[in-house]
T-cell receptor, first 113, second 115 residues
């Protein structure tokens, strides 16, 4: 049973560019959340998708957007990249909307230069 | 907005020493509480969780945590640590029963266990 998988594992982008990160949830999971983990800090919630709609959003600007596909996989898009967007981006999945534990992927390390 | 505080950023212990990592949260309503661990090079994994019932929760690998509502705390403990417990530990809170996997994390505690 595959867990949460994310791609790519590492990415280097230039300031001002756009980036798309991808996530496949654990089998049987339909709720996907994205987190940003800056170096030396805990993960910060970006947003959550369920039934292909954004259901919850953290304190992140509109440059951060996402999408969920019918097969429950998800994308995180970041436009107009800033140096401060450099971080580990984590995807988490879980079944349904009830409060439950999150299963995390290995993350995508984004470096903005 | 709720927040989670982890008091110790770095902890160094010798093997067989006892461990207690502090976690306090700010939300006054009903919360669900979690401890996650991140071993070097691995993904975040759940150690234990508290939703309701017995405030003393036992998790994997000999870890336990106690929920003290009056102190807004959920401290993690282990009687005797091993070298393999070297990792970063995160406390997390979910305040909304319909918010799925939306979590607020603390800043993390990096534990190093000396052999």
């Amino acid at each position: 049973d595959a867990g949460v998988t994310q791609s790519p594992t590492h990415l280097i982008k230039t300031r001002g560019q756009q980036v798309t990160l991808r996530c496949s949830p654990k089998s049987g999971h339909d709720t996907v959340s994205w987190y940003q983990q800056a170096l030396g800090q805990g993960p910060q919630f970006i947003f959550q998708y369920y039934e292909e709609e954004e259901r919850q959003r953290g304190n992140f600007p509109d440059r951060f957007s996402g999408h969920q596909f019918p097969n429950y996989s998800s994308e995180l898009n970041v436009n107009a990249l800033l140096l401060g967007d450099s971080a580990l981006y984590l995807c988490a999945s879980s079944p349904g909307q009830g409060a439950t534990e999150a299963f995390f992927g290995q993350g995508t390390r984004l470096t903005v230069v | 907005a709720q927040s989670v505080s982890q008091h110790n950023h770095h902890v160094i212990l010798s093997e067989a020493a006892s461990l207690e990592l502090g976690c306090n949260y700010s939300y006054g309503g009903t919360v669900n509480l979690f401890w996650y661990v991140q071993y070097p090079g691995q993904h975040l994994q759940l150690l234990l969780k508290y939703f309701s019932g017995d405030p003393l929760v036992k998790g994997i690998k000999g870890f336990e945590a106690e929920f003290i509502k009056s102190k807004f705390s959920f401290n993690l403990r282990k009687p005797s640590v091993q070298w393999s417990d070297t990792a970063e530990y995160f406390c997390a809170v979910n305040e909304d029963r319909n918010a799925g996997n939306m979590l607020t994390f603390g800043g993390g505690t990096r534990l190093m266990v000396k052999p």
